[in-house]
């Protein structure tokens, strides 16, 4: 960051610098706006698809299930105690996809 300072007080554009820096021009345009170090935005926390799942996943993991196959298996047989074993299509025959 300090030598994007140095670049900029030596007469050197933004494009010149991002073509010497290899960094883009809008990273360079935050980091010569910014008083610092700029700090990351905060992202909101993503859902999972396995979120539902999270209990017994941990639950068979304490028992020393590891296997991915075999929990695929279990959340499959698990999920709502509709669907059967898993096909070569991924899908549960409740329409639901892990």
Known sequence: MIRLHELQASGKSI????RETGYSRNTIRKYLRADGIPEPRSRKKR????????SL??????KGIFN?????RLL???H????E???ASKACTCGATL
């Open 57 to 62: 996943l941990d639950q068979c993991l304490e």
């Open 15 to 18: 494009r010149e610098s991002t």
């Open 47 to 54: 859902v999972s698809k396995l979120d539902p799942f999270k």
């Open 80 to 83: 709502q105690g509709l669907c």
């Open 68 to 72: 991915c196959e075999v929990l695929l």
């Open 76 to 78: 499959y047989y698990d």
């Open 85 to 87: 074993a898993p096909s």
